[in-house]
């Protein structure tokens, strides 16, 4: 009997891979269709076969010459409103989380509030502070715009990371001298590198994916991101199936991207929990 | 130190520099958030259309805006709409979710490798996944149809999108499958913070897998369950970019929601002020919701 319980604890641990993998293709699978159909050639019927056993890159040739200028105007936003975002809310979540002020939970509390809020609430009213103003159809009203979603949720992350800190450390910084500034800046910034990184990259796939502010907040086609691009175009080309597939292969880059670099960061998160 | 004057600008400067942290993410989010709300409410009464923007003219109405949009025979079936597509895409999400966060519980060979690639669909834009159900819920080519024909499952295809009330069930279904990642991750995780020598000791006791589902799992699981099930009731109601991607709010108005009916009216009529008045409708409609439901958690929590 030497293993028995063993082998067999392997053997259903092997078939739960097998189930495990089933599942994760069932949910997975638009996202392959996706792929499949971006790589089938021009033509007005969109009869993909299962597998691009010819892959054509027209799809994506075309996509790029249309979509280009959109996908440089999402690149300089999401990176505008990943700064922006950061900037306030990593100064923010410090104070909050070690400066014992008065109207903390307030300020708390109104963050969580701000998730309650529908985006067309704030659009409606934006639009026409923005006509005032100048800021429709322009990158830095999208920047700001977009941040609704980053701001909060980066203090989210950030504040409850930094509650964490040791308080230990940053009085030892102070006694040598450090003043609130320098302390935040050389000691507190370094130490919440994984969780600023985290608040980042989830920044950057906000602002990327936002689809309402662009709609809204944009009306000509002289600034806009490439997930509005993508929508106009499936209005207009759905004879170009490979072309608009293409279209959301490139706007689903970043978000593949973060699955595999966020893996690296929240399992270095854990080991660093573990170790503390 | 300069002077005599130092000492008190030091203290001054020492009593503002902490606040000086935090005034500018408050006045951030004072002017995208707390100037909408204000705004928005005010604009609810008042005739706020494409002339104000040239005139600046936007006189008062009182209640108008609402008695036109809450006594319309849309608004009654956009209510239900988004009643029905936030039902159930919660209730599917959930299920879904915890059935794989349960599955994803044991360990096994690239257990966390799986589950990590799980959360893909939740981190696409909605955009994308929007248009990719799209064009696989085609009534004539889309691959949904192709496969229920090749299996002989329908004779000539389902109008997914075509169909009144179909077209409900498939932005529903489309939500669920975005939803269900959010689901597992928090789930998961929930599941993690119970301890295993409490599954142990029923064990020992005699208790199979349900009773201890029953009487150690979900007990113990209900902190997770609110959270996800008042988040998923919150950003349900506010979806928009599904609806409008997948069906546009058609077909013949089945699938306009609070949401996209407030979207429609301030920018594709230039209703503002009547947008406005639907976006207010909309938020009372979250926060009753999330307060209903938060005190049926307390009260079953206490029972």
């Known amino acids: ?276 | 130190m300069t002077g005599p004057s130092a000492a008190p600008r030091t203290r001054l400067r020492e009593l503002l520099a902490p606040w000086l942290f935090v005034v500018p993410a408050a006045v951030y989010l004072l002017l995208f958030f707390g100037y909408p709300i204000v705004k928005n409410l005010g604009m609810s009464f008042q005739q706020y259309t494409t002339a104000t923007f040239y005139t600046g003219a936007a006189p008062f109405v009182g209640l108008r805006n609402y008695a036109e949009i809450l006594s319309s025979g849309l608004f009654s079936r956009a209510l239900l709409t988004t009643v029905l597509f936030t039902a159930g895409s919660v209730a599917g999400q959930f299920v879904l979710g915890l059935a794989l966060a349960l599955f994803f519980r044991r360990s096994f060979p690239l257990g966390g490798l799986l589950r990590s690639l799980l959360l893909l669909p939740w981190l696409l834009p909605l955009v994308v996944s929007a248009t990719t159900w799209k064009w696989m819920l085609d009534a004539d080519d889309g691959v949904v149809n192709n496969a229920l024909r090749a299996l002989h499952l329908v004779p000539s295809g389902i109008p997914w999108l075509t169909g009144t009330s179909q077209a409900l069930v498939s932005v529903t279904l489309v939500n669920i499958w975005v939803g269900i990642p959010f689901n597992t991750a928090i789930l998961y995780s929930g599941l993690r913070n119970i301890p295993a020598q409490l599954y142990e000791a029923a064990e020992l006791d005699g208790a199979g897998p349900v009773a201890s589902f029953r009487h150690i799992t979900w007990p113990l699981l209900r902190p997770a369950v609110s959270v996800v099930l008042v988040l998923g009731v919150v950003y349900t109601l506010k979806v928009l970019d599904i609806i409008l991607v997948v069906t546009g709010g058609g077909p013949a108005d089945a699938t306009q929601t609070l949401a996209t009916r407030s979207y429609e009216l301030s920018f594709q009529r230039f209703e503002f002020g009547r947008g406005a008045a639907m976006g207010n409708v909309l938020i009372v409609l979250s926060l009753v919701l999330a307060l209903v439901f938060l005190r049926a958690d307390r009260r079953a929590a206490h029972a």
């Open chain 1, 1 to 276: 009997m030497r293993g028995g319980p063993v082998r067999r604890g392997r053997r259903r641990g092997l078939l739960a891979t097998v189930v495990g993998t089933v599942l994760l293709a069932v949910m997975l699978f638009p996202v392959y269709w996706m792929v499949n159909a971006s790589l089938q050639p021009t033509g007005t019927t969109l009869r993909a076969g299962w597998f691009p056993s010819h892959p054509d890159f027209s799809g994506y040739a075309t996509a790029l010459r249309d979509q280009g200028p959109n996908l440089v105007t999402s690149l300089v936003v999401a990176l505008g409103s990943v700064a922006f975002s950061l900037g306030l809310a990593a100064p923010a979540s410090y104070a909050l989380a070690r400066f014992s002020l008065r109207g903390t939970s307030l300020v708390l509390f109104g963050v969580l509030i701000t998730q309650m809020v529908p985006g067309i609430v704030v659009a409606n009213a934006l639009y026409s502070a923005y006509n005032d103003l100048g800021l429709l159809n322009s990158r830095l009203g999208l920047v700001l715009a977009d941040s609704t979603a980053g701001v909060p949720f980066a203090v989210i992350i950030l504040h409850s990371f930094m509650r964490g800190i040791p308080r230990e450390i940053i009085e030892a910084a102070r006694m040598d001298g450090a003043g609130r500034l320098r302390t935040f800046r050389a000691v507190v910034l370094p130490l919440s590198r994984n969780a600023l990184i985290t608040a980042a990259l989830f920044t950057f796939l906000f602002t990327w994916s936002d689809f309402l502010f662009g709609l809204t907040l944009t009306t000509t086609e002289a600034v806009r991101p490439l997930t509005l691009g993508l929508y106009e175009y499936l209005g207009a080309h759905t004879t170009q199936w490979n072309a608009v597939m293409a279209t959301a292969v490139l706007a689903a880059v970043p978000a593949a991207v973060l699955l595999v670099v966020a893996q690296r960061f929240l399992t270095a998160d854990a080991t660093s929990g573990a170790l503390r």
